[in-house]
């Protein structure tokens, strides 16, 4: 009995040895089948309990039992550690959801909707109303109520994408002017910006696709004072106290007279002749504007002899450009957010 005793403290002291040893459930379970297996070490201690003298078989049989269990139990905390280091290694390299995300990054409004919202809120305190309208126009709208009838040479610079044989992409946010008119009577203080389509080769300058606003202004004793003055001030709004505006003679089918407008570089002030802005002209263009030709007024049927207007168009992407010092137009429109959040 000494004998089993014995054998069985070096079991068990063998056995925990191994079982802490093991690193993984196959380890682990290899040593279960070492020690308690069909052909294990306790295994073959019991069968040996036959050989013993029957009064001391139910004292070994119950030794070995109570050392089985105390096995057993150390398999079972022994199984409970390797699935915890599993389930520890398996957390270090999985995400861990409670951790505080980082800060979302907010998006900016694009500069050209910067651009045409600081337009509208100048205008808008100087009483204008801002008027949005179809991009798709009949051509009466687009040429013929702004003086451009079907045989004019104007007309070809303007005709780019027809849908039908009379409906086209509008060209200029002109019509709005033609639509108001027909709506309402003098006085009218209208800006109208939008989407415009014409069929410009896209490079650095230019686009096929842009946006365009215009103001139009009637009423009795308008003049090109008014907007000589209303066009200072927006320049100033845009790009600084200092700005200046010169009117070009120029032409244009829905104006008499008309005028190329120019304000100002911002960048140089016209101070230097090696300006890559103004080219050292000291002036940057902005597009076009003129008093409202009778033709326009007369088809809306108001009386030239009370009321007389005037009227301009800016490019939008033109105005960015030069407020943001931009040398590519196709910069506006490349998606890029950090371009726009620099621009803010
Ligand atoms: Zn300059």
Redesign the pocket.
């Known amino acids: 009995m000494n004998q089993i005793s014995q054998t069985l403290d070096d079991l068990v002291s063998r056995f925990s040895a191994a079982v802490s040893a093991a690193s993984d459930e196959r380890e682990l379970d290899a040593a279960r089948v070492a020690f308690l297996g069909r052909s294990g070490e306790i295994t073959v201690i019991r069968r040996g309990i036959g050989a013993l003298p029957s009064a001391e078989r139910p004292t070994a049989g119950k030794i070995i039992n109570d050392v089985v269990a105390t096995m057993e139990e150390q398999l079972i905390r022994e199984a409970q550690r390797i699935q915890l280091r599993a389930f520890d290694a398996e957390l270090a390299t999985s995400i861990d959801v409670t951790f505080p995300a980082p800060a979302s990054r907010l998006g900016t409004l694009h500069p050209i909707r910067t651009m045409t919202s600081t337009i509208c809120t100048y205008f808008e305190r100087l009483g204008f109303a801002v008027v949005l309208g179809p991009e798709i126009e009949p051509d009466y709208y687009t040429f013929d109520a702004l003086n451009i009838p079907a045989d004019h040479p104007a007309r070809e610079g303007f005709d780019s994408f027809f849908i039908t044989d009379s409906l086209l992409l509008r060209p200029h946010t002109s019509p709005m002017q033609i639509r108001t008119m027909e709506q309402h009577q003098p006085p009218i203080a209208i800006l109208a910006p939008g989407t415009c389509y014409r069929r410009d080769a896209v490079d650095a300058r230019h686009l096929f696709q842009f946006h365009q606003v215009e103001g139009l202004l009637v009423a009795e004793g308008i003049h090109m004072g008014h907007l000589k003055g209303v066009l200072t001030g927006l320049c100033r709004e845009l790009f600084g106290p200092q700005q200046n505006v010169r009117f070009r003679p120029s032409f244009f089918p829905f104006t008499e007279p008309s005028a190329e407008v120019d304000t100002t570089?911002p960048?140089?002030k016209g101070e230097t002749t090696t300006?890559n802005?103004?080219g050292g002209s000291?002036w940057i263009e902005l597009g076009g504007a003129g008093m409202v030709h009778p033709n326009v007024l007369r088809e809306m049927k108001y009386d030239t002899d009370v009321v007389s207007g005037w009227a301009f168009g800016f490019g939008i992407e033109r105005l960015a450009l030069t407020r943001y010092e931009i040398d590519d137009i196709r910069r506006f429109y490349e998606n890029d957010p950090d371009f726009s959040r620099q621009l803010r």
């Open positions: 570089c960048k140089c300006c802005m103004c000291g």
